[in-house]
């Protein structure tokens, strides 16, 4: 089973930049399609980036030009990177596989507060 752990969160002030890393263990992830996902505090889970097993990328509408997805297949690692923060953005990040009919067991997410 594939664990995934994620992390580089934190406290920025709008307009700051934050990498988050997903490492996945367990097995090797080369072959899937990943995204990163946020939950905003009383809200549902949303996918924001997306990337697929060959590097083509996808981005919701609200953080196109800012966040930046990317993978390592040899480190299993995901990154998102996230520049110009907003409050908005505010939220806990988990990554997660793409386009598939199940989910793996999901982390435990790691926290952004964007100050204003």
């Known amino acids: 089973q594939v664990q995934l752990v994620e992390s580089g969160g934190g406290l920025v002030q709008a307009g700051g930049s934050l990498l988050l890393s997903c490492a996945a263990s367990?097995?090797?992830?080369?072959?899937?399609?990943m995204g990163w996902y946020r939950q905003p505090p009383g809200k549902q889970r949303e996918l924001v980036a997306a990337?697929?097993?060959?590097?083509?990328?996808n981005y919701a509408d609200s953080v196109k030009g800012r966040f930046t997805i990317s993978r390592d297949n040899a480190k299993n690692t995901v990154y998102l990177q996230m520049n110009s923060l907003k409050p908005e953005d505010t939220a806990v990040y988990y990554c997660?596989?793409?386009?598939?009919?199940?989910?793996?067991?999901w982390g435990q997410g790691t926290l952004v507060t964007v100050s204003s």
């Open positions: 997660n596989v793409h386009s598939r009919r199940t989910f793996e067991p």
């Open positions: 990337i697929t097993f060959i590097g083509s990328t």
């Open positions: 367990g097995r090797s992830l080369r072959l899937e399609n």
